[in-house]
Each structure stands twice: as C-alpha cells, then as structure tokens.
C-alpha cells in the first residue's frame, strides 16, 4: 500500500507538531513547514499528497500559496481557519481549496477529513455512481456543460469553474429536478461521507449562482428546498 504523505502547514509550532503526531498514529507520513514559502521548498523536494494549511502565516499566507500550488499541481489542500477568517474561508474555498477545519480542531473530524480527501485524491478524483461519463453536452436553459471537455457554456460564454463547483454542477445538472441533501452533494463530489458538511456545500453553491445566475439572490436554476437540499430546476430558457 502507497504511503500517504502529508505536509503539514503553520506558523505555530505546537499546532503544527500536534497534527503531525496525530496523523502518525494513524499510518501518515508527516512533513512540516510554518510559512507559504517553507511549504514549497518541501513540495519541490517531496511528493505531498495532502495539504493542511492555515491561513494566516507570515511571509507567505496560505491563500497565496494556494494558489502558487494549484498553478502546478491538483493536490488536495484543507485549509486551517479561525472564526474570525470567514471571509477569508470563503475565498479560499471559490479559489480551489477542498475542505477546512476551523480551530480549535476536533481530531477526529479532522482525521475524517483527511481520509476523505486522500480516498478521494488516490481514487484519481472518482466521486460516486452517480458519475456516468459521456460525450453528450447537458443542456439546461441558458447552462451548456460539456462533459467531455469539462467545461460550463452560460448562454454561449464560457465560465472558469473550480473543480469542486463543476462537480456539483455536473451532479445537479445529470439530474434535474431531483432534490440532493447537503450531506449527499459532500458524499458524491468528496467521495466520503462526513458529518457536519452544511457550510462547505453552502459556500460551494453561492459561488456557482454567482457564476451561473444573472440575479444569484433569485435563482432560476439551482434552488434550495429548504430543510431538504438542492436541486437544479428545469427551464427552457
């Protein structure tokens, strides 16, 4: 069995030690850096199959590194957050990060999340039965996917989608009017299923109506049926 490695990312050292130790009980090869820039030094050096990485950090924050990793590798990173980092979370969840935990972390749920993120990484990125690659272009309204190309037409534009939005996108639009729980969207598009995953579907799909809809606060394809989840509505035009 391939040995997974894991870099670990934080300006603060306990945090960065314990996470190690925690990952090693569990089989982990464990690497640590505490800016950006010591965290590409080591993935110069080392295949990394897994980030953790805070947010905040001096030299180099983690959202900037983030996007310096995504420019040359589709890794999966989970981004370390504090409450007061919202804003923050979010951007970095539109820019291409595929999960987070919010400090203090628990250690299970965050064993959990790295499992389902390197399941899901080592899988080559299969997301469930419901994936049925073809070569056809799923029409809905205004919205082309192309499978094939894997790319998002909005009336005859095309639209630059993070692949965990074109994921859902993807899911939503195979099934139109079929209503999918938060919890189901995260087991499809994650490969896992993982308790507590309300936010980071929620922050998935505003980004993907801001991207899609001409008025996301009035959405006419992906709607919510509220206590239940979302599903994509069918329109003609």
Not at 73 to 98: C, F, Q, R
Request: aromatic share 6%.
């Amino acid at each position: 069995m391939k040995l997974i490695k894991i870099l670990v990312v934080d300006d603060e050292h306990e945090i960065v030690d314990a996470i190690c130790k925690l990952l090693q009980t569990e089989g982990y090869e464990t690497y640590k850096a505490y800016d950006g820039l010591e965290a590409l030094e080591v993935l110069n050096q080392e295949e990394i199959h897994l980030i953790i990485m805070d947010i905040m950090m001096p030299r180099q924050d983690g959202l900037s590194t983030m996007m310096q990793v995504r420019m040359h590798k589709n890794i999966p990173i989970i981004l370390l957050t504090a409450k007061t980092e919202e804003s923050d979370l979010v951007l970095g969840l539109s820019m291409g990060a595929d999960d987070y935990i919010a400090k203090p972390y628990k250690p299970a749920e965050l064993l959990a999340r790295v499992k389902s993120q390197t399941r899901r990484y080592l899988k080559l990125g299969n997301y469930g039965n419901l994936e049925q690659q073809s070569d056809q272009v799923i029409v809905n309204g205004g919205l082309e996917l192309n499978v094939l190309e894997k790319q998002l037409y909005v009336d005859g534009e095309a639209v630059k989608l993070t692949p965990k939005e074109y994921h859902i996108l993807e899911v939503l639009m195979k099934h139109p009017g079929m209503v999918f729980s938060a919890e189901k969207i995260y087991e499809i598009v994650w490969n896992d299923a993982v308790y507590g995953v309300e936010n980071t579907v929620m922050v998935h799909i505003r980004r993907l109506r801001e991207k899609i809809e001409i008025n996301p606060s009035e959405p006419k394809y992906i709607k919510v049926v509220w206590g239940i989840g979302y599903k994509m509505e069918k329109n003609n035009k």
